[in-house]
Nanobody
């Protein structure tokens, strides 16, 4: 079971750190990604990390502002979100994907991820 947490209300320019914890899964055995879905919009890729811990991938819209990382001891994946913008408002989901080669070719495809957690809402006010 996956659980995303850490969302909340923040002003534009502020920061949040989202956490993805897992029970029954060792996160370092999976590709882990964050997706988000804003009201009325399709779910979109935000950030991903290969099971080896690198490389990491980001959507162009968040590159340089968001950082994905993991703590193997805590079995937790993080999404550090800085310089948040109103357009970052969405429900954020973490997802686990398989250890397939060529992660660089599919990291952004949500259908490749097998396990999804309940999302956490991030609201950025202007």
């Amino acid at each position: 079971q996956l659980q995303a947490s850490g969302g909340g209300l923040v002003q534009a320019g502020g920061s949040l750190r989202l956490s993805c914890t897992a029970s029954g899964h060792t996160l370092s055995s999976y590709a882990v990604a964050w997706f988000r879905q804003a009201p009325g919009k399709q779910r979109e890729f935000v950030a991903g990390i290969r099971w080896t811990g690198s490389p990491t991938y980001y959507a162009d819209s968040v590159n340089g502002r968001l950082t994905i990382s993991r703590d193997n001891i805590k079995n937790t994946n993080y999404l550090q979100m800085n310089d948040l913008k109103p357009e970052d408002t969405a429900v954020y989901y973490c997802a686990l994907g398989p250890r397939l080669v060529n992660y660089r070719t599919w990291y952004y495809q949500d259908h490749m991820y097998d396990y999804w957690g309940q999302g956490t809402l991030v609201t950025v006010s202007s």
